[in-house]
């Protein structure tokens, strides 16, 4: 007789293989297949890109403050509802890549600035821009638009980078 026969069914949900009884039980089915769901969604979170949507009005940032995770990829859309340039720039933030999403916007004054910003987009009144990028290091980072008097005028924000 075939061994693959010699399963079947016996109404107490007893089950025989080869002759020797062994229990299925319908709750350690379902925390098996939740388990694996589980450990499934939770390998797949650290590698997928986090989007943020930054909108400059009124010679403010909306949000004014933000948070990421480090190591987690970001996509920063930079939305300028205003009727002036904006831009988005952070002086230093550690980073393992930087995409090279962001236009360069022709004409764009940042002042009497000496050192390039590390991270930089700008904005023309009422267009939007976008950069990507994956900061390293857990930390609170200033942002701020360059544009002569905007700083001053309260053009100012927060990047908190939570540690993984």
């Known amino acids: 007789m075939n061994w693959i026969a010699l399963v079947k069914f016996v109404g107490n949900r007893t089950y025989t293989l080869k002759g020797k009884p062994f229990f299925m039980k319908k709750s350690i089915l379902f925390l098996l297949i939740i388990a694996a769901v589980v450990l499934a969604g939770c390998a797949g979170g650290s590698g997928s890109t986090v989007e943020v949507k ?32 904006h831009d988005f720039s952070i002086m230093e ?49 200033e942002f701020f638009c360059t544009v002569p008097g905007h700083k001053e005028a309260g053009m100012v924000g927060t990047l908190v980078v939570k540690a993984p």
Not at 94 to 108: D, I, K, L, V, Y
Not at 116 to 140: C, I, R, V
């Open 54 to 85: 930054l909108e400059a009005s009124g010679m403010k940032y909306q949000p004014a403050a933000f948070e990421v995770v480090a190591g987690q990829p970001v996509k920063l859309t930079f939305v300028n509802n205003d009727s002036v340039e």
């Open 93 to 141: 933030i550690p980073m393992a890549s930087m995409g090279a999403t962001a236009e360069p916007m022709a004409g764009h004054n940042m002042g009497n600035m000496t050192t390039d910003p590390q991270l930089h987009m700008a904005a023309a009144m009422s267009a939007s821009n976008s950069l990507e990028f994956t900061p390293t290091k857990s930390g609170t980072y």
